[in-house]
């Protein structure tokens, strides 16, 4: 049973927008912090941002703050991931990811979904 389900990828051209879904289910509903992932071609998985369950803090990385927002809907069980000023290096598989408190600092995630790809053309 797939716990995390992104949603919302595609092809956009540069300087758009795009709003990625996760809907999470089971123990991965109840997580502390979820987070958005994504990883290109060739390069290793980056963290993008996060926001806790429970007060709705966020934390960004520096390559999105700014572009990127990250907001949850605890009534529907989803975490969304809208996305602006695209480029072409944001292309890339984007996955999101719930986990333990501990997960704020650790980055280490308990639950990921399958992952959505988001291709930024010229």
């Known amino acids: 049973q797939l716990q995390l389900v992104e949603s919302g990828g595609g092809l956009v051209q540069t300087g758009g927008s795009l709003r990625l879904s996760c809907a999470t289910s089971g123990r991965a509903a109840s997580s502390d912090v979820l987070g958005w992932f994504r990883q290109a071609p060739g390069k290793e998985r980056e963290f993008l941002a996060a926001i806790t369950r429970i007060g709705g803090n966020t934390n960004y990385a520096d390559s999105v703050k700014g572009r990127f927002a990250i907001s949850r809907d605890n009534a529907k069980n989803t975490v969304t991931l809208q996305m602006g000023s695209l480029q072409l290096e944001d292309t890339a598989v984007y996955y999101c990811?719930?986990?333990?408190?501990?997960?704020?600092?650790?980055?280490?995630?308990?639950?990921w979904g399958q992952g959505t790809q988001v291709t930024v053309s010229s």
């Open positions: 990811a719930t986990g333990r408190s501990t997960a704020w600092t650790s980055k280490e995630y308990d639950y």
